[in-house]
């Protein structure tokens, strides 16, 4: 069982981890999605701890995958100009090949619940509150900055 863990533990993280991203974003979701006014509440109250375990987990998760999409884009052009190319072009293929299964379904959770989270930003509008807001245009600079990555990987050799 012991060796199990060892061989293991680092998906064992990964999964708890993005489990409870996803636990806690379909919480602050379906309480904002399913919220209906009364009185004279802007937007639904949220829970203290879960806007700041929803922000955590998102900036958190925002940052861990934006870095390793960063790092392994340059390891693979170091790789690339140390087999002898001054200016290497980088294809989306290699560095997808370089990814672990882990960092591609973190970076897929992400973007989905990001994208439900946009969704219900714009279709919820004032009652959306600040969290959903600030989640989406995080999820959009995250993904202005991962089109800017993959554009620039796009570009014709000289």
């Known amino acids: 069982m012991t060796d199990f863990f060892r061989r293991h533990i680092f998906n064992i993280i990964a999964a708890v981890f993005l489990a409870l991203f996803v636990l806690v974003w379909a919480t602050v979701l379906l309480r904002v999605g ?7 509440a802007k937007a639904p109250e949220l829970n203290g701890a ?26 693979v052009k170091s790789g690339n100009q140390k087999a002898g190319d001054p ?13 672990s299964g882990r960092v591609i379904f973190a970076i897929m959770v992400y973007m989905t619940m990001g994208m439900l989270v946009l ?15 600030a989640f989406a245009l995080s999820l959009l ?18």
């Open 141 to 158: 600079g995250w993904l202005i900055g991962a089109a800017g990555v993959v554009f620039q990987t796009e570009k014709t050799e000289p």
């Open 34 to 40: 399913t919220w209906v006014p009364t009185g004279g």
């Open 87 to 99: 200016n290497p072009v980088i294809r989306p293929s290699e560095v997808a090949m370089k990814l």
């Open 119 to 133: 969704v219900v930003w714009l279709f919820k509008g004032q009652a959306s509150t600040d969290l959903i807001g």
């Open 50 to 75: 879960l806007v700041t375990a929803a922000g955590v987990l998102a900036t958190s998760l925002s940052s861990l995958t934006a870095s390793a999409l960063g790092f392994t884009i340059a390891e």
